[in-house]
């Protein structure tokens, strides 16, 4: 009896020295957890972006938090698969691959800082090019970023076949993969290519800093709104985590780290949230095959 109220006590205690806010980390969690990160920019610059969130999820599961930025898309996929990435952000494309071929499963959703539960895709030229409509973008260099961008490659591929009716590959005089929003949008600013892909969000995040988006920039479309970025987690992991995990996305209202990150907060979501891009994707596919 005296062992059993020493150890109610120890763990009383070990609970107190918790910094306020946090839980106890479950016995069944894991010390530390992986957070994957699609390489939307840069990989410091990104890594700073969520610097903060990395650390409120540190002291709110009082776990180890170690962020990890891939080289590209497919990279946060294969490492969810195989278990070396345990929560990840995605895209709404790389969520759905990652769905399917890594058990991920969606915890929440990005909110933009006016309150959308979305983004939107753009194609965008330097200020002052010739190129002022998709029409007198052929023959031009254009860029996609990533092979599993939504905004940056399904979305716009979606566009030029069923609305536009072209075969990109013909169309412009070269197609390349930028590999980042933040490739694609500063080669715009240099002149290394004609005309790309990207979102609005992304453009928002590197302006005043590495851009002035109005000054630099004239944007030639827009897409409908696209479901916004979750972030989400392996399935396999155990619920009581999942469940703190999705708890704390929810409550994030650190003002420095959501306006790092362009963003109001997070928000509910579910998979079906994404059938939409899933039908893109399908889109795409049937597409390909004529």
Not at 115 to 120: M, N, Q, W
Request: aromatic share 8%; with cysteine.
């Amino acid at each position: 009896m005296k062992g059993k109220v020493f150890n109610a006590l120890i763990g009383l205690a070990l609970t107190l020295c918790l910094p306020a806010g946090s839980l106890a980390a479950s016995a069944d969690w894991p010390k530390q957890l992986n957070l994957g990160l699609i390489p939307t920019e840069s990989s410091d610059n990104i890594t700073e972006r969520f610097d903060n969130l990395a650390k409120y999820l540190e002291k709110k599961l009082g776990l180890e938090i170690k962020t990890q930025v891939s080289t590209d898309y497919a990279g946060v996929i294969t490492a969810m698969q195989f278990k070396h990435v345990d929560v990840a952000y995605f895209g709404p494309k790389s969520y759905v691959e990652a769905a399917d071929r890594a058990g991920a499963e969606a915890l929440a959703m990005e909110v933009a800082e006016d309150g959308t539960k979305g983004y939107r895709g753009v194609i965008i030229t330097k200020k002052g090019s010739p190129i002022t409509n998709m029409e007198q973008a052929k023959g031009k260099v254009w860029a996609f970023t990533d092979p599993n961008s939504t905004s940056g490659t399904l979305v716009p591929t979606v566009y030029f076949v069923k609305t536009m009716k072209i075969d990109p590959e013909k169309y412009f005089s070269k197609v390349i993969y930028s590999g980042s929003h933040e490739s694609s949008i500063l080669s715009i600013k240099a002149g290394k290519i004609d005309i790309a892909s990207t979102n609005d969000l992304d453009l928002a995040r590197g302006n005043g800093k590495a851009w002035e988006t109005d000054k630099d920039f004239q944007i030639l479309w827009t897409s409908d709104l696209i479901p916004g970025s979750p972030m989400a987690c392996r399935k396999d992991l155990p619920d009581s985590l999942k469940k703190a995990l999705k708890e704390a996305f929810l409550s994030y209202d650190d003002k420095e780290g959501l306006k790092k990150l362009k963003l109001q907060g997070y928000t509910e979501v579910e998979d079906k949230t994404y059938n939409p891009i899933r039908e893109q994707i399908e889109v795409k596919k049937q597409l390909a095959k004529k």
